[in-house]
């Protein structure tokens, strides 16, 4: 309970400073927002009203309370370019990067676990090899350029799919799937080479312990000794740097919408970025933020389930 109370201290911490510096990052980057919105030919008494209707001409630090209150509340103000709550600006845009995000996920876990696990099972010389090189060789290519080439085959040549036509999911799920699952393919597959690199690391650590004699020695093969002794303990480190992935997984989004024309958070954050958006800039930043803290927070939460030593913390 004290460690879950802890670390629950550090995300609400974590959370804080994020959404300081999320907010000070706009308020110290060069250029006015009411310039874009007014047009270089506006007066300064234009400026002026402006900037006070949209409360820019109080204090610093008089805004960002301000601006935390009403975020807590679910209201990150209204948006510069759209004139429309931010709130209502990210409803449906939230709801395709995270099922984006999720295939991604789903992806990810359904093939490296299984794989990894297979890998370690029937451990050959040959087989481990050619799984390193093939893991290398995919992590070397960047997730960009993958999504390209399979818009190129799956889009342009094979057609499973139409380049630009991406369809909600409240209008059509398994169409919006579909369409989805290609940029999900590109982000998972640099991560699940990586994530079968680190099971395999793992439980080659393990596999080098004392406790693995034992186990041979009271007639227990291979594989037994694998999924009875090794994989709760290699399953520490890996439920650590799955959380990471989670981090790596929202990022990999915003690029993938971008290759694949998938309107989500990802682009809407480039679009408000290029027009000094910062109301929803600054709301959307904060919403990744918790995305990734919440993941971590879950997987130590899930760690110190499966480690007893960390329950001493």
Not at 35 to 57: C, F, H, M, P, Q
Not at 253 to 270: D, K, N, T, W, Y
Request: aromatic letters at 12%.
């Amino acid at each position: 309970m004290r460690y879950a109370a802890k670390k629950l201290g550090w995300m609400l911490l974590t959370m804080v400073i994020v959404s300081f510096f999320a907010f000070l990052a706009f308020q110290i980057i060069p250029g006015d927002p009411t310039a874009k919105l007014l047009g270089s030919d506006a007066t300064a008494e234009s400026v002026a009203a402006l900037r006070a209707r949209l409360g820019l001409d109080q204090p610093f630090f008089t805004r960002y309370f301000d601006w935390v209150y009403h975020a807590l509340r679910g209201d990150f103000g209204t948006s510069y370019s759209y004139l429309i709550p931010v709130s209502s600006l990210l409803a449906g845009k939230l709801g395709v990067t995270g099922l984006l995000t999720a295939l991604a996920f789903v992806i990810i876990t359904v093939v490296s676990i299984p794989l990894g696990l297979a890998l370690c099972t029937y451990d050959r010389p040959w087989l481990r090899r050619l799984g390193a090189a093939v893991e290398q060789i995919i992590m070397a290519v960047p997730a960009f350029f993958t999504g390209i080439l399979m818009t190129l085959l799956f889009g342009l040549v094979l057609r499973w799919f139409t380049p630009g036509g991406f369809v909600a999911p409240e209008a059509d799920l398994a169409r919006s799937v579909g369409y989805l699952f290609f940029p999900a393919l590109s982000i998972a597959l640099p991560r699940i080479a990586m994530t079968v690199k680190m099971l395999r690391s793992s439980v080659s650590k393990e596999m080098e312990k004392d406790y693995i004699l034992t186990s041979y020695s009271r007639g227990n093969g291979r594989r037994a000794t694998l999924y009875r002794h090794v994989l709760r303990n290699a399953a520490v480190p890996v439920v650590a740097f799955f959380a990471m992935t989670v981090a790596d997984i929202v990022a990999g989004s915003i690029v993938m919408e971008q290759v694949f024309a998938v309107p989500g958070l990802g682009r809407l954050l480039l679009h408000s970025i290029a027009n000094r958006d910062y109301p929803v800039v600054q709301a959307i930043v904060v919403i990744l933020a918790l995305w990734v803290v919440l993941v971590n927070g879950a997987a130590d939460l899930l760690n110190q389930r499966l480690d007893p030593r960390l329950r001493l913390m």
